[in-house]
Every structure is written in C-alpha cells, then in structure tokens.
C-alpha cells in the first residue's frame, strides 16, 4: 500500500461532506457514499485492554486489518486530518459488560466517561465494491437501497489475551460466472478483507438461514446466484460480546467512518 | 496470505535441522540457510512494553511487518511448532537501558529474568530472496557469502507511546536492468517487507559510506550497480537503541530464526 504522507494531493471532499453530514445528525448506512474513499470500521476501548485488542487483530488479520489506531485519549485519526471519531460516523452502538446498551448518533457522552480510549480504525469490505461495480459486478445490496447482510460464523477466531469470538462474514449475491472476477478484485484489497474466506454452503459455517442476518439487512438471491462470504470488521462486536468486555464503542454495523485515503491506496 | 492451518502437510525437515545446528550451539547468518521457508526478525519485551511495540508496527509496516507474537511468558510460536525460541536462533543480542549488554548464543538465562515476555517475529528480506535468485537476479552477499549490509537511515518512524527511532534499511546492488524486476518481485512479498523503500542515491536517507554498514558486512558493489535498499526488521533494535528500552532480547542482525512457513504463504 502507497504510505500516507503520499496521498495529500488528494481533494477528499466527497468525504469530509459525508462526515459532516453524519456530525449535522444524518443516520444511514455508508455502502456507496463517497465512492473511491475508503471506509472503515471502528471500536473503542479503554487503554487497559488495546494490547488484547490489536493482538486479536494481528491474529485475525482477515477479519480485523487494521488501518490506524489512535493514541490514548485522542479522538483524531491520520486518515482525515480535523475528524472527530466521536461525531463524525452516522450510527455509533455503546457496550457495557458484554451487552449492546444504547445506539446513538453521538458518542461524546459515552466517551467522556474514560480519558484513556484509544480507537481502532478498521478495514470495510465497502472498499473494493467500488472496482467490483467498475467490472460490471451487481453489489445488490446497493442496488436495492439496504445495509449489506452479515452473519455470526461458527468458525472461532483465534484468541489474543482475555479476548474470543468467533469469525462475523459479510455476504454478496453473485452470479456463477463472476465468483472467480469478485474473489480476484477483492483479492488485490488485502487491507480491506482481501479476497473471500468462503464460497456458497451457508450451512459449513454454521449459517441457517440467509434470510435472517445477524446483522443488516437480508437482500434477494436470485436463482443460480452463489452466496459469497468476506470476513468482516464487526467481527469485533462478536468478541465485545463473547468475551463479555467491560466498555466499548463502536459504529452500528453498516454505518462506517468515511476516511480522506482513496481506495487505490490499499491495492495491493 | 494463506493461513498457518492450511501448511500443515509441508515437509519442514530443513527448517527443523537448521535450528538444531542452532539450539546445539552453531553460530552463523541465516541468509541462503533452509532456502523456501520464511525467516524472522525477533524482539521480546517485557509485557508493560508489549502494546507500545505492537503499534510501533502497525504504525510501520514496512519496517515491522509482524508475523507472530508469543503470549506472555510462552516461548513458543505457531510458525514452528515444538521450536525453542530462547535457543533456537544462532545469536541473540540482550539490551539494558538502551544499549547492548551482550550477545549470546542461549537467551535462556536473559528469558528467565522477567517472567511475562511477549516475542515478536517480524518479516525478513532474506524471504525473498530465494524468488529473487530464482529469476536471475545476483544476490551479492550470498555470492560472497558475507551477512547483509544494514544502515541507519536518517528516516524517523512514525511513533508509539515511549517508542521512537529510525529506519533501518538492508542493501543489496542490483544491475540496473534488473531493479525493477528486484521491486516487482519482492513487491509480491508485503509481510516480509516488500518493494523497496529507496532505490540510489543513500546520501539523500543519510547514509554517507555503503562500505560502512551500521549493522552486518560492507558487500561488493560492482560498477554501474544501484544500491536498492528495503525496509529492514533491525529497525526495532534502533528503537531500543533511541528510546532507552529498560529490557530486550532481540535476535543478532542477520542471524535470524527459521520457521516452518514455506515463503509462498506470504506471497500477496
């Protein structure tokens, strides 16, 4: 991937507009805003347990690549230089021993109650759609206007201190003769989940139904079309809750942190 | 990359043997030794240090591309299982305060004084090096058999918590009709430091004399050869060295450890 300090030439725009809509109060899934800038993932956690944490992404790289991190008590990021992580996604969840406590649009209150938090800013498999729908591959959750759909696995991630849980997939529709195209584009996007964890058989890793998502929004199969499967960044919701952590904050699945970093940054 | 759990039938007799030498007693760099299976930089801190390196790599990726890390007080590694690494690579450097206070070839006694070391094995060029010599490129020092030069750039890393320091750079001369076939191939390999980072010109990184390494042997450079130099995994010692680490064991420049991971699992 090309380095930051590369990359100020680019008019981030579209993005900073996205964000401030979403810090004016606008709540809605990101998939499709600010095509070309890459978005990202994010949870919060007191600084007592970031070295668990980002062990647990370096462990599970597939499912938590990490894009940046913050330092203890800041609420900045390298991606987009005068964001505030507190305000500027559209949809934020709060965590108390474990157990979703609240969404809110604004996570200030939440993040006053520890000066230590550092964040974690986390690959969004929304990045490689845009040169997916570039090579003439339909996203359908973007044509039909919803949250992509994403399901609790079976297959436990590999645990890193006090933290466990187990692997969260994103899922998208794709017809037969495009599953190799998609798995090769997202492929080149390692940063961002890279290429699939797994191709059709719901059922191997432990998904009933696709009509019920765990999280998001379920979307049409159309007949022939194979279920395809990325690891994805609310994986780490999964371990908040499995390993019943204490206090986190992190976006509603769906609703990403928009960064300044075109999308070509992370091809490999 | 493709994941540990699926290299489990590759026969790592070579490995295995290599770090036998090793554990019996053999000093010697590793450059050319068990050619296919991955090497690795190695640092171990004291766990109160553990997350501030951790996010020294992740803040530098290219310099510190990490490919495990130990629980606390393991010495074991998922790379090379039943491996030793209190005694398996040919020659450790032990640090106190910042400075180097030994070299050994049995960290064992060093191991034993803090009970909660994390490891840290992070990606070596050496790794590809082998497709390198495969499409015809001269590796000099293997040619020479000498270790690798290694600089101290004048390049500050990006850094963490009490962590600070410069980048380390290796050095190999490369025909110049071969120099973007070295970036391209060694472009393919990200987790073991990938393209190069300086490509010429090493007055403009602060390096005034190639014939005076910082670190490992001065090599040959024939004329009309370009110095390529690539990000290299001593650059966690200079940061020993700059920030005034309490403890460290590190493996010596050059001297790496060998694990059971063939180099294909880190082509991108």
Redesign the interface.
Known sequence: ?I?IEHLRHVDAAPARAARERYRAGSVAPTSGVAPGFTQANMIVLP?DW??DF??YA??NP?ACP?LD?S?PGSHATLLAPGADLRTDLPLYRIWREGKLAEETADARAAWAEHPDLVSFLIGCSFTFETPMAEAGIEIRHITDGSNVPMYLTDRPCRPA?RLHGNLVVSMRPIAPGRVADAATISGRF?AVHGAPVHIGAPDEIGIADLGKPDFGDAVRIEPGEVPVFWACGVTPQAAVMASGVPFAITHAPGHMFITDIPDSAYH?
Chains 1, 2 share one sequence.
């Open positions: 991937m380095a600084r970031a070295f980002l062990l370096q462990r597939k990490v991190v330092d201190g390692p490999a």
